[in-house]
């Protein structure tokens, strides 16, 4: 009873709520464990329709820029729900790491052209930076 009622309270403040079905691009590193602390950047892009390939092309190139510093944790993409949907998820030590590790990117050959290729097919983008719960396996 008691969770019936939290459920219809809870019912009361919410105003909205989406869903996704994510399917993890191939090239992409499985999201494993990891010690902390770290604090994980999730990147939302939205594309423009019929531009997920190319995306997934380029991306697939250009993870490796990405990847020394074990800082790539997972890449997906939308299945069911709004489509044409790309989410990254970074690890960071911190702020300062996110930085640096991004800065150094841009001095790596090839960067540059993934950007230049990616960039006209994002409608949106946003980036939330979160920090995990004890209870997470990614720490």
Request: charged share 25%.
């Amino acid at each position: 009873q008691e969770y019936l009622d939290f459920r219809k309270e809870r019912s009361r403040m919410l105003l909205s709520r989406r869903n996704q079905l994510l399917l993890e691009f191939s090239f992409w590193n499985e999201p494993l464990p990891r010690q902390g602390p770290n604090i994980y950047e999730l990147r939302t892009y939205k594309l423009k329709p019929g531009t997920m390939i190319e995306w997934g092309n380029n991306w697939a190139r250009a993870i490796k820029h990405r990847q020394e510093n074990q800082e790539a944790v997972g890449g997906f993409f939308s299945q069911i729900g709004e489509l044409y949907v790309v989410h990254h998820l970074w690890a960071y030590r911190d702020l300062q790491s996110r930085e640096e590790t991004r800065n150094a990117a841009w001095r790596k050959r090839g960067w540059d052209e993934n950007v230049y290729y990616t960039v006209p097919l994002i409608r949106t983008m946003e980036s939330r930076i979160m920090i995990p719960l004890k209870i997470s396996p990614l720490q």
